[in-house]
């Protein structure tokens, strides 16, 4: 039982350029979460999916894509990275109705130049 | 808007001191509210957590927490701390659907021998 996988663990990226980050559950959890952590602000909610096949709006959405097509995965895209994107991302997943802890993932550092 | 606020962004102790970081929050209604805690180089773990009942929460490695509604808060204590709990601790709150985490900034704990 592996919990919550990321992949991968750190990336450089030019201005401009994409990628996805993966995120993986093994524990049959419904809803998953993005995440961003940055110095003073604590973790902030990119997007979230409450089920295979949906998606929803956090708190900074802006920049990022994503998708649920399997229930045990979730993926974070960036179409066109910038630096104000170089972050530590954490992926979560919990099981509903609403009172659940949620589990983290070990983080993807992102740089971008 | 909701939000999450811990008031101390640093703390040093020496081993053997105690420990409480403070946490309010400014949801109105019902909320369930959580300690995670990451060491240096991991990922966020659930130190305890708060649905319901018994104001005086404990969780792992002795770690306790307080709600009280009447004050918004809920602080995180440790009667004697040790080296090993040097980590960064986010308090954090939900309400209402999807468990979607709002987290507080963060308090970086620094414990000398």
């Known amino acids: 039982n592996a919990g919550v996988t990321q992949t991968p663990k750190f990336r450089v990226l030019k201005t401009g350029q994409s990628m996805t980050l993966l995120c993986a559950q093994d524990?049959?959890?419904?809803?998953m979460y993005w995440y961003r952590q940055d110095p003073g602000m604590g973790l902030r909610l990119i997007h979230y999916?409450?089920?295979?096949?949906?998606?929803a709006k956090g708190e900074v959405p802006d920049g990022y894509n994503v998708s649920r097509l399997k229930k045990q995965n979730f993926l974070l895209g960036l179409e066109s990275a910038a630096p104000s994107q170089t972050s530590v991302y954490f992926c979560?997943?919990?099981?509903?109705?609403?009172?659940?802890?949620?589990?983290f993932g070990p983080g993807t550092r992102l740089l971008v130049l | 808007a909701q939000s999450v606020s811990q008031h101390n962004h640093h703390v040093i102790l020496s081993e053997a001191a105690s420990l409480e970081l403070g946490c309010n929050y400014s949801?109105?209604?019902?909320?369930?509210l959580f300690w995670y805690v990451q060491y240096p180089g991991q990922h966020l773990q659930l130190l305890l957590k708060y649905f319901s009942g018994d104001p005086l929460v404990k969780g792992i490695k002795g770690f306790e927490a307080e709600f009280i509604k009447s004050k918004f808060s809920f602080n995180l204590r440790k009667p004697s701390v040790q080296w090993s709990d040097t980590a960064e601790y986010f308090c954090a709150a939900h309400s209402g659907g999807y468990n979607k985490l709002i987290f507080g900034a963060g308090t970086r704990l620094a414990v000398h021998p």
């Open positions: 999916s409450v089920g295979e096949g949906t998606t």
């Open positions: 979560a997943s919990s099981d509903p109705p609403g009172q659940e802890t949620q589990y």
């Open positions: 949801y109105g209604g019902t909320v369930n």
């Open positions: 524990m049959n959890h419904e809803y």
